[in-house]
Nanobody
Framework: QVQLVESGGGVVQPGDSLRLSCTASGGTLRGYVMAWFRQAPGKEREFVACIGRNGYQYYGDSVKGRFTISKDNAKNTVYLQMNNLELEDTAVYYC???????????????????WGQGTQVTASS
């Protein structure tokens, strides 16, 4: 059973950068589709980014061009590099993984079996 732990959240100013990490234990991330979602207070969970088994990346419209998802199989870790952060990026960020996900469903959080506990990102002036 894969367990995911996120880290790297914090409080930043608009325009700053942060890198989130999601490290897996209990199994290898090879063969998994990995994704980041976020949820702001009072809002629904939002898809942020996904990296497929072949390394292809997908992004939500609100983060495209600013965020980059990557995966290091040797470290069993997925990263989310967030640049030029905006006030609207404030949320709890969750890492998700699924081994059997059909890639056309990558935006649907209900399709992911494994979730981390989340890490808070706050952009504040």
């Amino acid at each position: 059973q894969v367990q995911l732990v996120e880290s790297g959240g914090g409080v930043v100013q608009p325009g700053d950068s942060l890198r989130l990490s999601c490290t897996a234990s209990g199994g290898t991330l090879r063969g998994y589709v990995m994704a980041w979602f976020r949820q702001a207070p009072g809002k629904e969970r939002e898809f942020v980014a996904c990296i497929g088994r072949n390394g292809y990346q997908y992004y939500g419209d609100s983060v495209k061009g600013r965020f980059t998802i990557s995966k290091d199989n040797a470290k069993n870790t997925v990263y989310l590099q967030m640049n030029n952060l905006e006030l609207e990026d404030t949320a709890v960020y969750y890492c998700a993984a699924d081994r059997s996900l059909i890639l056309s469903s990558y935006r649907d959080g209900r399709q992911y079996d494994h979730w981390g506990q989340g890490t808070q990102v706050t952009a504040s002036s």
